[in-house]
């Protein structure tokens, strides 16, 4: 009975599977969840709204123009309500609009206006749900801060054998348990968390950067907010969703990260520096376009200042986490970095292990101490990972 008391909307959009939202919104409504249910226009050919009037003891949502008495916008009265979101099923049409952003019915407008957490079920065909289209709007969505659940393998309605089915109502529920009842260890803690690539201009058209995604530094920012953490998080431009209630101050060089970064620090409690920061800069940037000639073009290169390491000079009660991005001597080198940083944990990952690091959304990682103690973790996803390295910030706490 985790759920009790919270208000959860199930979006119902139009596949064969949109029969087993009735038993989602009978298992909800026998835990205590107030549940207000949206069907798109597809799903009442499958199930009749009556049905869902029936379970949910509530008004059936179908239009974005119709509001029940005493509501204005219902997509925007339903977002502020819902603790959660929960599509079931999803189908492929509207994975891509939602990936879109489009809000041409109630259920999508509602997800736009929506800040809570949004669990996407999706249920279709199997080589639908394998087409890089549909992949790839998952993706998308998944970018956007949504947990979209991977369906369930089997037989299919449509006759088909394989990866399409909704997933069992335990699964979408144990789902929304943990979204929903995650630990509030970090209230009362700030957090600030650098994230991404750093850019170095060259000229006005080209710079100097990296590889980093801002993937990792993205999870954790979300995961301590979701644990109550206020959370500062100082980006490098280019970069994923930003989480609800995260702070974003974005910036391009490694300059402009500093100046932000030591801005905040007096008043953090923990520093995570998951950014890549470029570790040199033009000498000259030119003020314009640098022209092709014959021969070589050289440019000169100078150090930026390591903010990790002023950091660990300047630290008073303030935690401070790296990470080590390396190609050899892993250990060795994340070792270097806690003793040179004064640091109080590193998160050390090689960058040349297949679907690990670099904009991958699973990481491979060792977490290593000042003590000489060393943590093992398998290839996980950026968001697990994430949760690991709060649990082992709070035990040093
Ligand atoms: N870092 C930083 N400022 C820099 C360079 C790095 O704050 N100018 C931080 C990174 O955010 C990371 C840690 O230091 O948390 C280690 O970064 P990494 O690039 O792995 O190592 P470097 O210290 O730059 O050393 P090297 O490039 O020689 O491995």
Not at 88 to 110: E, I, Q, V, Y
Not at 199 to 206: A, S, W
Not at 284 to 310: A, C, H, R
């Amino acid at each position: 009975m985790k759920l009790k008391g919270f208000t959860i909307v199930v979006g119902v959009t139009g596949g064969i599977a949109a029969f087993r939202a009735v038993d989602l919104v009978s298992a909800l409504k026998k835990q205590g969840v107030e549940v207000y249910v949206v069907m798109s226009n597809s799903a009442q050919q499958f199930v009749g709204p009556l049905t869902f009037e029936a379970i949910s003891g509530n008004t059936v949502h179908l239009d974005i123009l119709e509001s029940p008495p005493g509501w204005k916008f219902p997509h925007l009265e339903l977002a502020e309500k819902a603790d959660a979101v929960v599509i079931a099923p999803a189908t492929a049409n509207f994975l891509s609009k939602a990936a879109l952003g489009m809000a041409d019915d109630l259920l999508s407008a509602l997800l736009l206006g929506c800040e809570s957490t949004v669990l996407i079920c999706p249920a279709m065909n199997s080589k639908m749900y394998r087409h890089p289209a549909v992949q790839e709007n998952i993706k998308k969505l998944n970018d956007l801060g949504y947990s979209v659940l991977t369906p369930g393998e089997g037989h299919l309605a449509c006759g088909d054998t394989g990866p399409g089915r909704l997933p069992d109502i335990p699964e979408i529920i144990s789902e929304l348990e943990k979204d929903l009842t995650v630990n509030q260890d970090f209230n009362g803690f700030t957090v600030l968390v650098t994230a991404g690539a750093t850019r170095e201009p060259i000229d006005p058209v080209r710079f100097i950067s990296n590889k980093s995604s801002g993937k990792m530094g993205f999870a954790l920012a979300r995961a301590a907010c979701e644990r109550g953490a206020r959370t500062i998080l100082v980006s490098g431009l280019l970069h994923p969703a930003t989480p609800p209630g995260v702070q974003l101050v974005e910036t391009a060089t490694a300059r402009e990260m500093y100046n932000e970064v030591l801005k905040h620090y007096s008043t953090v409690d923990v520093v995570i520096k998951a950014a890549a920061v470029g570790d040199y800069k033009p000498k000259e940037v030119s003020g314009q376009k640098i022209k092709k000639e014959s021969g070589q073009l050289v440019l000169e290169l100078e150090k930026n200042t390591d903010i990790l390491m002023e950091l660990g000079q300047k630290k008073n009660k303030q935690l401070l986490i790296g990470f080590a991005a390396e190609t050899e001597n892993l250990e060795k080198n994340a070792v270097k970095k806690i003793q040179k940083k004064n640091l109080d944990m590193v998160v050390a990952n090689n960058v040349h292990i297949k679907g690990s690091g670099f904009n991958s959304d699973n990481n491979m990682a060792k977490l290593l101490f000042p003590g000489g103690e060393i943590k093992e973790l398998p290839l996980i996803s950026k968001s697990e990972l994430a949760h690991i390295i709060l649990d082992n910030i709070k035990k040093l706490k």
